[in-house]
Each structure stands twice: as structure tokens, then as C-alpha cells.
């Protein structure tokens, strides 16, 4: 059973860092990203990462403040979060497929279950 976990969620405060990790389970995924959903709005496409985690790319919001990067022999993609604004504030998904570098949502079939990230101003 395919399984992604997210954790590393929080309250932090406005320029303060969290870093955010999913532990696939059950298969290994050659791509890897993070969306995004704030309350009353759609979710949308943060960061992703091939296999070998040489191949990165980021929503124009976050480049430059947020990193991904993944760790394969532990199955997990991670997301560091630097300089966060409170208009980062979100539930964060993570989000696995094959092969795929698409920024919308309904381009990735595995999801995990969300980690709530809030910035307060």
C-alpha cells in the first residue's frame, strides 16, 4: 500500500524557517513535489524534484526562500522553508508520481494527507 507522510508542520512566526519532510512508503517515485492549498483557495504547485534531485523547480512565490530536496535510500522528499510571510500560510501536501514535472495537481496521482504550516505577522 502506497503511503506518504508528511510532518514538520507549525506556527512560526514572519521571517522564521520550518522544514517540512514526506516518507513515501510502499514504492519509490522518480518524481517528487509539494503543493499548497490556503483556506478558500485551490491548491497549488510549490516545488518539485526529479530521481536524482538534480533537476529542481519552484513557484515564482517561493524561489529563493524555499528549497526541496529528497533523500532516496529513505524514501523522502523534504522541503526547507526560509524567510516565511504569513501569506505562506497553508496546508502543505506532498505530492509523488512517475516521471512527471507538471505544476498542476490533477498531473499527480499520490497524495498525502496534508501538514498545516501558519505564519503569523
Known amino acids: 500500500q502506497v503511503q506518504l507522510v508528511e510532518s514538520g508542520g507549525g506556527l512560526v512566526q514572519a521571517g522564521g524557517s520550518l522544514r517540512l519532510s514526506c516518507a513515501a512508503s510502499?514504492?519509490?517515485?522518480?518524481?517528487m513535489g509539494w503543493f499548497r492549498q490556503a483556506p478558500g483557495k485551490e491548491r497549488v504547485f510549490v516545488a518539485g524534484?526529479?530521481?536524482?534531485?538534480?533537476?529542481?523547480y519552484y513557484a515564482d512565490s517561493v524561489k529563493g526562500r524555499f528549497t526541496i530536496s529528497r533523500d532516496n535510500a529513505k524514501n523522502t522528499v523534504y522541503l526547507q522553508m526560509n524567510s516565511l510571510k504569513p501569506e505562506d500560510t497553508a496546508v502543505y501536501y506532498c505530492?509523488?508520481?512517475?516521471?512527471?514535472?507538471?505544476?498542476?495537481?490533477?498531473?499527480?496521482?499520490?497524495w498525502g494527507q496534508g501538514t498545516q504550516v501558519t505564519v503569523s505577522s
Open positions: 524534484i526529479n530521481w536524482r534531485g538534480d533537476y529542481t
Open positions: 505530492a509523488a508520481d512517475t516521471n512527471t514535472m507538471m505544476r498542476t495537481p490533477g498531473s499527480w496521482h499520490y
Open positions: 510502499g514504492r519509490t517515485f522518480s518524481s
